[in-house]
Every structure is written in C-alpha cells, then in structure tokens.
C-alpha cells in the first residue's frame, strides 16, 4: 500500500513538473504556449475589448441580467464580469477567449465579426458568416478552437515518440524513482545512470521493450520482476505543417503531432467557396502520401483517409472540378461537387434524397452548352427534361454548371380537387382520385354533425358544355343511414338523427369527378334546445328548455310554480343577448293579466328573467346632505325622498336628478326652460335616486346678463314688426 501511495504521488508530481515543457527550438514556441498565444493574437485585435463591452451596454441589460442568461445559457454566471464596467485606468484589459465570444451570442447579442490570426501558432478563429451555397462549406464556420487536439494526454497505440515529445519514466518496487525525459532533436532521451536510450519512430510497446533491455543491464530488479516501470507521454510535440490553396487562411501553422488533415483544415479556418473537397492532397518530401474525399466524411462519417500530418507536410486545398446544383424538393439542396463518373443518381444520393412532396415523375436540368456547340449567345443554354422511372434518378451523365430542378407536387389549385360543405365535420377542399364516390368524401370529412338529412345531397359538377355561360350543372343524388359514422359495437346508431332517413344499403355508390362541390342539406327546422334562465323570487328558478319557438313570458313563469309572496313583479329585469338586445322594459303584471300584451314576449335562446324581492324602501344617494335609505310611501313623489334625506348638498346639480327602478330602469328630471318646471319621475319601492355633483369647472350662468339679452332680442323682433306694419 505504501508503495502503491508513493507511486501515485511521484505520477502526479511528474505530471505536474513536466505539464510546461521547455522550448523545443529558438523560433518555435513551445507547444503549451498555442493556447496563449491564441489569447495574446485576440487581446492585440484593435478595440475589441471595448466592442464587447459597447456590446454589453447598449443591450441595457444589467449586471445581474447578464449573469441570469449566462448561467441559463450554461456559461459560468461570472464568464463576463470583466466587461460589465468601464475600462478602469492603469487596469489590464481582460482577454476575450472563444468562449467569451460565443457567451456574447448566448446573450442575444450580435456577434463579433471578421477573424482573429497569429500566423506564428497557427490558430485561426473563423467567425461564423452567411451561409455558403456550397455543400460541406459551412461545417468549417466555428467560433471555437475545441476541435484541435489537447498537447496533453493520452496518446493512441500507432503514435510514434519524436523529437520535441515529453515522456515519464516511473520505477517502483525494489527502488522508486521518476525521471522526466526530453526526446533531442536527434531522438534520444538520456536516462540517468542508463545512458542514452535512441528512440525515434517507436511506439510506445516498442519502447517499453527498448527500455526492459537497456534497463534490465543497470537495474537487475528489473530482470527478476521485483521492480516495475512504465513509461508515458506526458506532452506531445508540435508539428509544423503548410496549408496553402483554397483556405480560409493559408500559411505555416504550429499543431499537435495528433493533429490530422482535418485539423489543419479546420485550424485553418476552413475551406473557400473555391476549394475541392473530393480531393485534398497532403505531400510529404515532394511526393502526395494520401488525398482526402471530405463528402466521404461529411456524408458518411468515414476518416479513414484522414492520417496524422507530421513535420513539413503540406496540406493543399486545389481549385474545384466538375460542380452540379441542386434545387427544390430534396433534403440538402445545395452546389455539389461531382467526382469522375458520377451520375444524377449519385448527386441525388449525397442531396439525401428526395422529399415526400418531390414530383417524381421527371427533373429538369438547365444547362450551359460548351463553346463549340453555342450558335450564338442567346441559344448558349438549354433545358432537358429527364424522366425518373420508377420516381428514381437515373444514371444521367452530368456537366459543369447543370443545374438540376426538382419540382414539388403542384398546389392545390392545380390538383384534381372535391370539395364538400353543409352539415359535416370538416368540410373543405380534399384531392381527388379516380373511383372516389360521395361515402370516401363523407368518411374524409369525418361524417354528418348532428342535424344533417341523410335523404339525398345535391353535387355541383361543372358543366360539359359552356357554350351558353353555364357555370355548373347540379344534379341530387340518394343518400341513407349508413352514411352515419357514430355508432355502437352492435351498429346502432349513437345520438338524435332526427328524421328518418332511408335504410342502410339502399342508396347507391354515386362517383365523384374533378372539382365536385357535395353540399350535405339540414333537416328542416332541426334545432337543439333552446334554454332560458329565471331567478328570484319564483317557486323552483333554474334554466328551462323552450318547448316550442313561440312559448312566452307567462309561460315561463308558470313553470316556474309561480311568483313568491316576497316577489315585486314590477321590478323584473329581463335581458337577452341576442343581438346585443340587453335590457327590455316589461311590465310583468300586464303580461300576467292578458297574454296577448305586447309584454308577453316571445322568449329566444340565452333570455335571462329575474324577478326581485320586495323591498320597501327608496335608497338616495349622491349630493344630499343624508344619504341612506327612505321608506316607500304610495304616491310620494321625488321631492319627498330628496327631502327625507336632508335635502340637496350646495354642490348638487339639481337639473339631473336620476331614478333607477327596481326593473333596471333609469330616468331622468327634466331641468326644465326659463320659468317652466322639469318633469320628476316618482320612485317606486327598492328604487335608487342619485343626486350628481357639479362640476366645478363649470361656470354658472349669469341670469341677469341672459334675461338682458333675451329682452335686446325681443325689443328688436318687435320693431322689426312695427316697420313692417308701417
């Protein structure tokens, strides 16, 4: 155990020691400096510490609003801390990394445009742009350096150890030792008391044997199995690899010796709009080692051909070949690249596919025709209609410049459609197909709502002959039970169909053609139950079904057991919102008395009767020096109560004196003319009078300035009448 614990600390001393390796060379920085590197390239970019924080402050957003997106965006909540504030003097600027930048769009906020470069390291940060039309482009759009390999770690079992690699050499057992060893330039590493072990081009298997002889002569520990040792790679070397051609950044570039084509491409920054993608090359001493087809790992996921880059390899992006674009109903549209033999079958293929909607029936491809079989510039292109057997592509030669069209299936105005309306689910338009009868268009419009008659419907069809303006012929067609869709598990029929209708199986299969109308009839007056309510102060209130279309108030109220001893039937409030009516003025003991009144009124759907208690008093409110509750006195008029209640407050205006009545019923006092009276109404028992107030910004009226005037007027009309006598 005590082994065992030494052991681990001397790993992880190592580890820790050995985690900053020292420069493999004088203009080539050391491998765990990229990422730095990286960082001090963005802090140099002009101003754009200051543009993330003008960012930041005109969003508006608060310092605890940013945090709250931040940590609902999966960021750390304090990730941007440094640019919530102004740049403080004498303060370093804070080193906006991948993340802080990809963190400012998870905020909402536009994001920083162009592109950050150290040409030294090699690390290109591409900002995401508009979409390219070029298949495969875009998946080189990042905002992140994540996908480069870490220069730490573990290392796969084909690595081969290189100059510029760091490696641990633990023993344990009969003796506990760790040695940190820096493989030369000419790749050895020199092991204390062991002597210089060459090592180049080893995997690490090969090493671990390499070292069991050349240890086992100094440690003999090491022969009788009493002393362990392991090797490892604490840190990678960098590579110093070429990519030039169509790339977003072309130069010399510092990558982990993990690093594989694809890391290259996309540190880097990607490839052009230009680049060939079904045939990258990587040279090694002058001569090309492998190519790479990205549509075999874009398309299918196969690296295969994606092999480790080592020191001096180039990696060039050459100018496209033979390109083809595809259009409408396919899952990828896009510009594809074709390689040597490769058909519409095959663009169709790396496209993903048709859509469902695709019209299968033919595809068409404009063409630019070459030089020597162009007339003149206006015929230099022509379209070629290709069937698809089968609705598959076919093996169709292809150019540069086709531009293959698939067309979706055409709109419904252009479909062979029926329509059906009237007493259905869901009517509407549905596509027609040859042998469809009036049952497969019920059955898509989810079968008859209640009420329908099923006796016959009528079919518009459109006319054969137009010669003289005929826009449809109409024609009536039988219909029968089995049309009814809602039924038991013994085929009974669920529900109040009415009248009734033929029996099933007697009514034939009538066919649909093109642009049929079907219209489903209602039976005659079919209606479901009409309801009113009554409240109050009748025997047994509640809501009531109408028995006929012409029952009436009385009715009503008979059902209802009657008034109550407590009932005032004077006071009954009757409202129906049936056209917006609202309140309607009844004068119940009339109707009561002879139903023939106007006031026995002919109930409709949703009317709402309630007849109130009664209440023997007069409520007066408003500007009154008592406000309260009168008793009612027979014959009183209004006068009576304002007096009971202490008569009108000096701010009362006396001229719009109201009474609502106990039925809803409100009126007005009249303020009369000069020297004549206005009307008052006369409560009556559970009345409400309500005195306004004036207004105070009103003026009051000069009486003497009126009558003055008024008595100008007359003066002059009876001259005038004078003169003219004369």
Partial sequence: MKVATSLHILCAACVIAFSHPRSAGAQIPPPSQAQAALQQAIQQQPGLTDVIRARIRESGMSAEQVRARLRASGYAANLLDSYLGGAVPGQTSAVPGAEELAAIQALGLPPITGEIVN????????????????????????????FLPL??????????????????????????????????REGFILIPEVGQVHIANLTLDQLRDVLYARLGRVYSGVRRATTRFDV???????????????????????????????????????????????????????????????????????????????????????????RVQVRGAVIRPAIYELNTGETLADLIQSAGGFRPEAARERVKINR??????????????????????????????????????????????????????????QDGRYPWR???????????????????????????????????????????VPLDSSYLLNRDSAGRYVGTPGVTFPAAGTARE???????NVLIFRQVDFELQRTVTISGEVRYPGTYALQAKDDRLSALIARAGGLTPRAYPEGIRFS?????????????????????????????????VHIPEYLPSVKVVGAVNSPGSVLYRRGAGLSYYLSAAGGFARRADKGHVSVRFANGEVRTKGSGFLFFRGSAPSPGPGSEVFVPARDPSEAKTDFVALFGAIAQILASTVAIIVIAKR
């Fill in 119 to 146: 040409l030294d390291t090699g690390l290109v940060r591409r900002v995401r742009g508009p979409p390219s039309a070029v298949f495969g482009v875009d998946v080189f759009q990042r905002t992140t350096t994540q």
């Fill in 151 to 184: 220069l730490s770690g573990p290392v796969p079992p084909d690595y081969k150890i290189g100059p510029g690699d760091n490696l641990v050499l633990i023993l344990a057992g009969d003796l506990e030792r760790a040695y940190s060893l820096q493989v030369t």
């Fill in 232 to 322: 490892t790679v604490a840190n990678v070397r960098a590579n110093q690899v070429y990519v030039v051609g169509e790339v977003a950044q072309p130069g010399a570039y510092q990558l982990s010796s993990l690093a594989t084509v694809l890391t290259a491409l996309y540190a880097a920054g990607g490839v052009t709009d230009r680049a060939n993608m079904r045939r990258i090359e990587v040279q090694r001493l002058g001569k090309t080692v492998s190519t790479l087809d990205l549509y075999d790992y874009l398309l299918e996921g196969n690296a295969r051909s994606d092999i480790r880059l080592e020191t001096g390899d180039v990696v060039f992006v050459p100018v496209h070949g033979t």
């Fill in 368 to 425: 630019v025709l070459p030089p020597a079989e162009r007339g003149t510039q206006a015929t230099a292109r022509v379209a070629i209609d290709v069937p698809l057997p089968g609705g598959a592509a076919p093996r169709f030669a292809l150019e540069d410049g086709d531009v293959i069209q698939v067309d979706s299936l055409a709109k419904a105005a252009d479909e062979y459609v029926v329509a059906i309306t009237g007493m259905v689910q």
């Fill in 434 to 476: 040859p042998g469809m009868t009036v049952r497969d268009l019920m059955l898509l419009a989810r079968g008859p709502v209640i009420g329908a008659d099923l006796r016959e419907a009528e079919i518009a069809r459109l006319p054969a002959d137009r010669s003289h303006g005929q826009l449809a012929t109409t024609l009536r």
């Fill in 510 to 516: 009538v066919p649909l053609e093109p642009y049929d």
């Fill in 576 to 608: 129906r919102p049936l056209a917006d009516a609202g309140r309607i003025n009844i004068d119940l003991p009339r109707a009561q008395r002879d139903t023939t009144s106007r006031d026995n009124i002919i109930l409709q759907p949703g009317d709402s």
